[in-house]
C-alpha cells in the first residue's frame, strides 16, 4: 500500500494494522454422537439417563453462574426475546462505574449444538440436535483484552466461544507502555508513535492462546472439578477480523476522498481483482458467486466484496478513519506452510481452524488489506482530470504516424479503457494477448483472419501507446499503464459510468 500511503501523506497522520473481532470456541472430545456415547459408558452412565443428567448438569451451571454474579456484586439476568447484548451490557457498565472485572451475567434460551436420543437397533443412540437450551453469557471488562464475553451452552458436550477485541488489547498495551492515543469506539483515531504501537499489534497473534483460553474456561465451567476432569477443550478460531485502519488529518478530507473511492469500489472492482486481493487466482473450476455489495447506514456507506464465505469490506469510521477489513470464516479457502501427516517434508495444505494458525490468518488479511489500498492508490478526484480530456480527444502522432482522437463517451473506446484499467495490470502490466482476451478478440485458424485480428490488436495499441496512456517496458512484451494513463482513463470511465448519469438525472 506504499502508492497509497505516498500518494495522500499530506492528509494522513498515521496507520495501524491490528486483529478487530476474534471469535474463539472450544469443543471438547465428545462432540459428536459416538464420542459421547462413549464417554457415557466411561463413566457408567446409562443411555436413558441422558435427559436427567443434562439438566443436573444445567443446574450445576447455572448456580455456578449465579455465585459467580453474586460473589462480584454484579447482575445477573434473564433476556427473554432478541436483544442487542452488547448495547445492552455497555450500558450496565456505563451506570455502574465498572472499569475492570466482571459486568454481569446474562442467560438466554438460543439454539445450540447438542444430542438427542433416539431408537437404535438393539439400544439407543444419541443423534445430533440443536434445540433452544439456556446459554450463559460472562461480560467483562478484562485488565488485558478489555470488553469480552464467554458464552456457554449448558446442555452436553458444553462447547464455550470466547470473543475478544484485538483493539481493546491494543489500547491497554499502549497505556502500559506510555504510548498515547485517542480512541473512539473500536478505532483509533490517532497514535503518538504509530511504529511502536504497530510492533506491540504484530505480538496479538503470538500470544499464547491456549493457555489463555483455558483459563477462561475454568473460571466459568465448574464441571472440571467433576464429570470433565481431564478433559480439555479443543480451541478453533470461527471468525477473525483484521483490520488495516488509515487515520486521516480531518473529517472534510476523508469524505471527499471517500466518496471517489466508494464509487471506485462498487463500480470498478472486478471478481478478478477481490481474488487477488486475496492471493487466488481466477481459474476453470472456480464455480463459485463473488458478490460486491453497498449497505447505506445514516453517516457511510459501506463495501462489501464476498468469496466463498470470506470477505473484504471498507467503510469510513468515525468520519475520520478509512477501514479496510479482511474477514475469515473459511480457512480452507487459503494455504498454510506445514509439515504433512507422515511427511517430512513442508509442503502447503488447506488451512485449518486451529488457533495455532492464527499468525497465517493475520498475514493473509493484511496482504488482502495492503492489496485493497494498493487498489485505491489509482482512483483520482476526477474534477482535475475532466479537463484533461480535452487532450485525450485531439489527435496525436506516434513514430510520424497519425493517431486518431480518443472519445470518452464512444462505446468502443469505453470497453477499450476498462479492458487496460485493471488491478492486475498495475502490479506486472499486461500483453497483447491479455488484451485480446479482454476485447474477445479470438485468434481463428485461417492464416488471413489470423493476421486481420492481429492487426486491429496492433492498431489498439498503438492508440493508446500514441496518447501516452501505456508505454512498453524495456526488454519485454509487456506494456504499462502511465500515470497519465491511470488519471485520464479512470477519469473517462468515471466521467461515462457515474458523471453523465447524474449529470441526466439532475437535469430530469
Not at 285 to 293: A, E, L, P, Y
Amino acid at each position: 500500500m506504499n502508492d497509497f500511503l505516498k500518494k495522500h501523506e499530506a492528509s494522513i497522520t498515521g496507520t495501524i494494522s491490528v486483529t478487530d473481532r476474534l471469535i474463539l470456541k472450544g469443543y471438547l472430545p465428545m462432540s459428536y454422537p459416538e464420542a459421547a456415547e462413549r464417554f457415557f459408558a466411561l463413566r457408567g452412565i446409562l443411555l436413558k439417563e441422558f435427559k436427567d443428567f443434562t439438566k443436573a448438569q444445567t443446574e450445576t451451571l447455572k448456580v455456578h453462574a449465579q455465585a459467580m454474579a453474586k460473589k462480584e456484586n454484579r447482575p445477573y439476568e434473564y433476556l427473554n426475546g432478541y436483544v442487542r447484548k452488547e448495547e445492552y451490557v455497555r450500558k450496565i457498565a456505563e451506570r455502574d462505574g465498572i472499569t475492570e472485572g466482571l459486568i454481569c451475567v446474562l442467560a438466554m434460551n438460543e439454539e445450540n449444538h447438542t444430542f438427542t436420543l433416539r431408537y437404535g437397533e438393539g439400544r439407543p443412540r444419541l443423534k445430533k440436535s440443536s434445540p433452544r437450551c439456556l446459554t450463559l453469557y460472562f461480560y467483562y471488562l478484562d485488565r488485558h483484552f478489555g470488553f469480552m464475553h464467554v458464552r456457554v451452552s449448558t446442555w452436553l458436550p458444553f462447547s464455550i466461544q470466547v470473543y475478544v477485541n484485538g483493539h481493546d488489547w491494543l489500547a491497554r498495551q499502549l497505556t502500559t507502555k506510555g504510548v498515547s492515543y485517542r480512541q473512539v469506539e473500536n478505532a483509533f483515531v490517532s497514535i503518538a508513535d504509530c511504529g511502536k504501537a504497530q510492533a506491540v499489534a504484530d505480538r496479538f497473534p503470538t500470544l499464547p492462546w491456549e493457555k489463555i483460553l483455558h483459563v477462561f474456561a475454568r473460571r466459568v465451567n465448574p464441571l472440571f472439578k467433576t464429570i470433565l476432569k481431564g478433559m480439555e477443550y479443543y480451541w478453533v478460531i470461527d471468525q477473525a477480523e483484521y483490520a488495516t485502519d488509515v487515520m486521516f488529518r480531518n473529517h472534510d478530507i476523508l469524505d471527499e476522498l471517500y466518496l471517489n473511492w466508494q464509487k471506485h469500489a462498487a463500480v470498478c472492482t472486478q471478481a478478478e481483482d477481490v481474488m487477488r486481493f486475496m492471493g487466488r487466482k481466477l481459474h476453470g473450476s472456480f464455480n463459485s458467486v463473488i458478490q460486491t455489495d453497498a449497505k447505506y447506514r445514516p453517516t457511510v456507506t459501506r463495501i462489501k466484496h464476498v468469496m466463498r464465505g470470506n470477505w473484504i469490506k471498507m467503510y469510513n469510521k468515525q468520519g475520520i478513519v478509512l477501514r479496510v477489513e479482511t474477514v475469515i470464516n473459511r480457512p480452507r479457502e487459503f494455504r498454510i506452510s506445514r509439515t504433512g501427516r507422515g511427511k517430512k517434508a513442508v509442503d502447503w495444505f488447506p488451512m485449518p481452524k486451529r488457533v495455532s494458525s492464527m499468525k497465517r490468518y493475520g498475514d493473509i488479511c493484511l496482504r488482502a488489506n495492503r492489496a485493497y489500498l494498493q487498489a485505491l492508490a489509482q482512483v483520482d478526484n476526477p474534477a482535475e482530470a475532466y479537463r484533461q480530456l480535452d487532450g485525450l480527444c485531439e489527435p496525436q502522432k506516434l513514430s510520424k504516424q497519425r493517431i486518431r482522437g480518443l472519445n470518452p463517451l464512444r462505446e468502443r473506446d469505453r470497453v477499450l479503457f476498462e479492458a487496460v484499467v485493471r488491478g492486475e495490470h498495475f502490479i506486472k502490466g499486461f500483453q497483447a494477448s491479455d488484451l485480446a482476451w479482454r476485447l474477445a478478440i479470438i485468434r481463428p485458424d485461417d492464416p488471413v483472419e489470423r493476421k486481420r485480428c492481429s492487426a486491429k490488436l496492433n492498431r489498439k495499441l498503438r492508440l493508446l501507446r500514441g496518447h501516452g496512456l501505456i508505454v512498453r517496458i524495456s526488454r519485454s512484451r509487456r506494456y504499462k499503464i502511465t500515470d497519465i494513463g491511470i488519471k485520464l482513463m479512470n477519469a473517462a470511465l468515471h466521467l461515462r459510468t457515474t458523471g453523465l448519469p447524474e449529470i441526466l438525472n439532475k437535469a430530469a
